[in-house]
C-alpha cells in the first residue's frame, strides 16, 4: 500500500521558520511528466519541495516488478533521505503530471543544519513518527485483501487530491490501472476486474482522465470485506 502524501512529509512537522530558511534561495526547476528527478542507486545531491504538479515514488525489485510507495503532490519534500543518511538514493521519483520544484543542494543543507543544530531534536520526532506510519502501512499490506487495499488507495487518493462534483469526488489527477497496481502490490487484470465491478455498482467509474468516486462510505466498506 503506498502512502500518499501531499504536505505529509518528512519535514512538514518542523517549525514553518526553518522550512522558509531551507528553501531561501532554492533553486526553481521544472520536470515533465515521465522524466525522473531522481533514480535508485544515484548519489544523492539535494532534495526538492513541490510546488506543482505530481510525483510517485517507486521501488523496484531485481526482477524489475515496480512498487509505488508514496505518492507526493504540492507541498511535498522528497529526496530528503539521501541527504540525511548520505546514502545512495533508496528510490525512484518519477513525474506523474509536469511539475515546478525548488531544488537545495547538499552543501546548502549542510550550511542550513550547521547554523540549525536544534533542527536534528525536531528530526529524530518526525522519524519516529514515519516509523510508525511505516508499521501502519506494513499491517494494511500484510492483513486487508487486494479489494480491501485497492479501496484503502483510493479513499487516501480522495482525501488529499480529491475534489468535490456534483455528489461525487474527482481525482484530478490521472492514475492509470498500472499505477494502481504499483500501489497495491495486485497485478492489472486483478485492477481492472475489481474497476470493472465497481463500475457496475456505480461505485468509482472512470472518464478518460479521471476517476469518480461516487459513495466513499460504501468504498470504506470494502475495505473491510
Known amino acids: 500500500m503506498a502512502m500518499v502524501r501531499?504536505?505529509?512529509?518528512?519535514?512538514?512537522?518542523?517549525?514553518?521558520?526553518l522550512i522558509l530558511q531551507l528553501f531561501e534561495g532554492a533553486a526553481p526547476g521544472k520536470a515533465t511528466s515521465g522524466s525522473a528527478l531522481f533514480s535508485e542507486g544515484e548519489d544523492g545531491n539535494g532534495l526538492y519541495v513541490i510546488d506543482r504538479g505530481l510525483?510517485?515514488?517507486?521501488?523496484?525489485?531485481?526482477?524489475?516488478?515496480?512498487?509505488?510507495?508514496?505518492?507526493?503532490?504540492?507541498?511535498?519534500?522528497?529526496?530528503?533521505?539521501?541527504?540525511?543518511?548520505?546514502?545512495?538514493?533508496?528510490?525512484?521519483?518519477?513525474v506523474m503530471q509536469d511539475c515546478e520544484f525548488r531544488f537545495v543542494d547538499r552543501t546548502a543543507f549542510a550550511t542550513f543544519t550547521a547554523l540549525n543544530p536544534h533542527f536534528y531534536r525536531e528530526l529524530v520526532k518526525i522519524l519516529?513518527?514515519?516509523?510508525?506510519?511505516?508499521?501502519?502501512?506494513?499491517?494494511?499490506?500484510t492483513f486487508l485483501s487486494g479489494r480491501g487495499r485497492l479501496a484503502r488507495a483510493f479513499i487516501e487518493l480522495a482525501e488529499h487530491f480529491g475534489q468535490a462534483a456534483d455528489g461525487s469526488v474527482v481525482l484530478?489527477?490521472?492514475?492509470?490501472?498500472?499505477?494502481?497496481?504499483?500501489?497495491t502490490g495486485l497485478a492489472c487484470e486483478s485492477v481492472g476486474h475489481v474497476l470493472t465491478e465497481w463500475r457496475e455498482r456505480q461505485l468509482v467509474t472512470q472518464t478518460e482522465q479521471f476517476h469518480h468516486i461516487h459513495d466513499l462510505v460504501a468504498l470504506k466498506r470494502e475495505i473491510t470485506l
Open 6 to 17: 501531499k504536505a505529509a512529509d518528512l519535514f512538514a512537522s518542523l517549525p514553518e521558520g
Open 172 to 183: 484530478e489527477h490521472k492514475i492509470s490501472n498500472a499505477d494502481l497496481a504499483a500501489m
Open 55 to 94: 510525483l510517485k515514488i517507486v521501488v523496484r525489485s531485481p526482477a524489475g516488478e515496480e512498487r509505488i510507495v508514496a505518492i507526493i503532490g504540492p507541498g511535498g519534500i522528497v529526496g530528503e533521505l539521501a541527504i540525511i543518511d548520505g546514502l545512495p538514493r533508496s528510490a525512484s521519483a518519477i
Open 128 to 141: 519516529s513518527i514515519r516509523l510508525r506510519e511505516a508499521d501502519k502501512e506494513l499491517a494494511a499490506s
